[in-house]
């Protein structure tokens, strides 16, 4: 339904296909623009950490705002956090800080760096650690044993025997004691 109605703005009439329309078309623009210029002066502002001009509404520019969401939720300030601890197929994995430059996974295997600590040296390459009782998340030392990998396969295990018999040993005392 077509008909004339009155402009608000300017007091002509003019042509409109709705009849709610209030503005004829040039003031309408003018009406507009006006509008985006007082929400456009209101809501710029500045950066509260480096000062560059923002977005409506925005506390940070995007580069500080990331910086401030990864700080947030480092560590224990995430939700998820174990205490840098995780366990896999029955191991445990421990969080260790990278060295600068150092590419790969950030958690290494808790038997493998007790039994670097317990020799004095890094596991030599394709060497694995054996868990002398089968239990994968008993890290104690006296647990552990390096191997080569070829002669971890072999079955029996000739040269870990005595070890296992002193871990049995060892774990009769303790259980007599409790």
Request: glycine residues 8%; contains cysteine.
């Amino acid at each position: 339904m077509s008909g004339l109605l009155v402009c608000k703005g300017c007091g002509i009439t003019f042509a409109a296909k709705r009849i709610d329309r209030q503005w004829c078309d040039a003031c309408r623009v003018v009406q507009a623009k006006a509008r985006g210029h007082k929400y456009e002066d209101r809501s710029q502002g500045t950066c509260q950490d480096c000062g560059k001009p923002v977005q409506r509404r925005a506390l940070r520019c995007r580069q500080c705002d990331n910086n401030a969401r990864s700080i947030y939720f480092l560590r224990e300030a995430n939700p998820f956090w174990k205490g840098g601890f995780t366990k896999a197929d029955g191991y445990v994995y421990i969080r260790r800080p990278r060295a600068i430059g150092e590419k790969g996974h950030p958690y290494r295997a808790e038997h493998i760096l007790i039994w670097e600590r317990t020799n004095g040296k890094p596991l030599p390459k394709s060497w694995v650690v054996h868990h002398l009782n089968g239990i994968k998340d008993d890290n104690r030392p006296e647990n552990l044993l390096g191997l080569p990998r070829g002669e971890h396969h072999k079955h029996p295990f000739p040269s870990i025997a005595p070890y296992q018999a002193r871990i049995r040993e060892l774990e009769r005392l303790l259980a007599d004691k409790t």
